[in-house]
């Protein structure tokens, strides 16, 4: 495995499940993880933090807290959950997430999404993210 330290990841929704997956996965590959959540006092947060996450207060409905957390970090990944947020919100969030990267000059992003890609299923969950993507 290819030593990784000194590499910065910001992963948004740290907290949640697939979020969370990256953190531990990426901590375990060397990398330097900022784990973004909007509740840095809650449970899931402080074990991050024990495992060697730099846990950051962002929300990815606030464009200012994603750039200041993107400072210096070399990847982003990203994930929104448009089931919890609902739909609407997902596309804003995706949206600002890709705005902070762009505005920071992060040179990866990942977006976590699902569905078929490429066209329009009709299938709200798996649309939205066709649409984050473009």
Same mark, same amino acid.
């Given at each position: 495995?290819?030593?990784?330290?000194? &590499?910065?990841?910001?992963?948004?929704?740290? %907290?949640?499940?697939? !979020?969370? =997956? +990256?953190? /531990?996965?990426?901590? #375990?590959?060397?990398? %330097?993880?900022?784990?973004? %959540? /909007? *509740? @840095?006092?809650?449970? @899931?947060?402080?074990?991050?933090? !024990?495992?060697?996450?730099?846990?950051?207060?962002?929300?990815?409905?606030?464009? =200012?807290?994603? &750039?200041?957390?993107?400072?210096? +970090?070399?990847?982003?990944?990203?994930?929104? *959950?448009?089931?919890?947020?609902?739909?609407?919100?997902?596309?804003?969030? !995706? #949206? *600002? +997430? =890709?705005? =902070?990267?762009?505005? &920071?000059?992060?040179?990866?992003?990942?977006?976590?999404?699902?569905? @078929?890609?490429?066209? #329009?299923? !009709?299938?709200?969950?798996?649309?939205?993210?066709?649409?984050?993507?473009?």
């Amino acid at each position: 495995m290819k030593d990784q330290s000194g &590499r910065i990841i910001a992963v948004c929704g740290a %907290t949640g499940r697939q !979020g969370g =997956a +990256v953190c /531990r996965s990426m901590i #375990r590959r060397s990398w %330097t993880v900022k784990g973004l %959540t /909007r *509740n @840095p006092d809650g449970k @899931p947060a402080k074990e991050l933090a !024990g495992l060697g996450v730099e846990v950051v207060q962002a929300d990815m409905e606030d464009p =200012a807290s994603l &750039r200041q957390a993107f400072d210096g +970090v070399d990847g982003v990944y990203s994930v929104q *959950n448009g089931l919890k947020a609902g739909f609407d919100r997902e596309l804003v969030q !995706g #949206r *600002n +997430v =890709a705005a =902070a990267a762009a505005d &920071r000059e992060v040179s990866h992003v990942v977006y976590g999404s699902a569905g @078929p890609g490429g066209e #329009r299923t !009709g299938v709200e969950s798996w649309d939205v993210k066709i649409v984050v993507e473009s």
